[in-house]
């Protein structure tokens, strides 16, 4: 009879061989659908998923603890917390800065948090969920971040925080939001979704976006820099706001000991909180009104795979940006072509179009979904107009506006974005000029 290794081994090995055979990708062909993302793994990841399952662990365990380490040391932050969505990890950013452990810093309800209509609601929506008041600039084209002109006014006495995404991987301007934040005393939250890898350079120094502000959050659906399936994560460098992301995550819980290991910290029954008896056991003891939002270890596994692999995908994305920028530059009277937030160095999620007056987007995109060519909005355009918003846009409160949101608007109108994943080859991104160059004359 064969050992628990020896039979472990055998189906890795097996694992492996069906991958090989079975998951390989098919060569494109001219003529094939052109997805925006799509994910890039190779056996590395299925295999780890395996042994992962075989541990029949399921939830967060060694292959979680060691993402965290691992992605931690990738962003040079102090502390990692995996998490099932991106979303997730924008609803424990937000939601760690209303603690009470952060006394007078504490965000409340009605308080103010500067941010963008022209995003993903996953970053506007913590706000509204718990009470606070966003605040909505507008963006600039062709960048398609925060106008850094209108911080000043948008500041009330009642602004705590600002809340921002780097669009489709290209950093907004840190150094004047950065500034803007510490010279009134905000948080800033960067949610990096869309933009792992992403380089902005600081006083001179080269930093990673994410690692910039207090908090930053990153997700791993698949289409993102980086894919586990679902899952995400928030990073920060200051060990309190790391107790508070974890109390959150981990349905509220006061105490910090790892799950499955009890008594860790060896101070279980010694305590008193809040009004319950002393010695009150501290794993049922809840500082916060918190959630589960862990993440699985098979999701972690796969996860451990894709960090190997990363620093290529980034590079390959740099060289499909690149290439269709330089491919589409004879498109400039139809398209206004994405620009590069200046001292950074994007890992670009997408590929930016606006079109010029006199060129019908509507007409384009169907033009270009027609020759197979998968695209996408710029998420909600201007997120304000969307239904979620009907009941606040009628009683006129629970938000405010900075301005006409011009551009917002137009982007709503006007934009759209192709892919730059890296499992694109030159062939496809040859393919995609050649149809965006043809259709505004269709």
């Not at 060896?266 to 009150?280: A, I, M």
């Amino acid at each position: 009879m064969k050992t628990q290794d020896e039979l472990k081994t055998q189906i890795l090995e097996l694992v492996k061989e069906y991958c090989d055979i079975y998951h390989q990708k098919k060569e494109y062909q001219k003529g094939d659908r052109i997805p925006y993302a799509s994910r890039v793994y190779d056996s590395a990841e299925m295999v780890n998923l395996v042994d992962s399952a075989l541990e029949f662990w399921l939830t967060a365990g060694r292959y979680a603890e060691e993402f965290d380490r691992r992605f931690a040391e990738y962003l040079g932050v102090r502390y990692c917390s995996l998490v099932n969505s991106g979303s997730s990890a924008n609803l424990l950013a937000f939601m760690a800065l209303t603690s009470p452990l952060l006394k007078e810093r504490q965000i409340k309800r009605g308080d103010e948090i500067i941010t963008v209509a022209a995003g993903f609601p996953t970053t506007v929506a913590p706000l509204i969920q718990y009470g606070a008041v966003p605040v909505f600039l507008d963006v600039t084209i062709p960048q398609y971040n925060v106008d850094v002109s209108q911080l000043e006014e948008a500041l009330s006495d009642r602004t705590r925080a600002v809340m921002l995404a780097h669009t489709l991987g290209n950093p907004f301007d840190i150094k004047a939001v950065k500034s803007f934040c510490e010279k009134h005393g905000l948080w800033l939250i960067e949610d990096n979704c869309d933009a792992l890898g992403s380089i902005y350079t600081l006083d001179g120094e080269d930093r990673l976006t994410g690692t910039i502000g207090d908090i930053g959050t990153s997700s791993f659906y698949p289409p993102h820099h980086m894919t586990m399936g679902e899952g995400g994560a928030v990073y920060t460098n200051d060990p309190l706001l790391h107790k508070i992301i974890r109390s959150f995550r981990d349905w509220g819980r006061d105490c910090v000991c790892p799950s499955g290991r009890d008594n860790f910290c060896g101070h279980r029954y010694d305590g008193q909180y809040g009004e319950l008896p002393t010695g009150y056991d501290h794993k049922y003891v809840y500082s916060h009104f918190g959630y589960n939002l862990k993440a699985t270890d098979l999701q972690a596994a796969i996860g451990c795979a894709q960090l190997t692999k990363f620093p290529s995908f980034i590079e390959k994305r740099r060289h499909n940006f690149d290439r269709l920028s330089h491919l589409l530059s004879k498109a400039e009277e139809s398209y206004i072509l994405p620009a590069p937030c200046e001292n950074s160095r994007p890992s670009w999620f997408g590929f930016l179009l606006t079109c010029r007056e006199g060129v019908d987007r509507n007409q384009v995109v169907r033009y270009v979904e027609e020759n197979k060519i998968q695209t996408r909005m710029l998420f909600a355009g201007n997120l304000i107009k969307h239904p979620c918003f009907d009941e606040l846009r009628k009683s006129g409160e629970g938000y405010r506006v900075i301005g006409n949101l011009e551009n917002t608007e137009r982007i709503m109108r006007d934009t759209f974005w192709i892919g730059v994943y890296p499992g694109m080859t030159d062939e496809m991104l040859c393919t995609m000029a050649e149809v965006l160059l043809e259709a505004p004359n269709v």
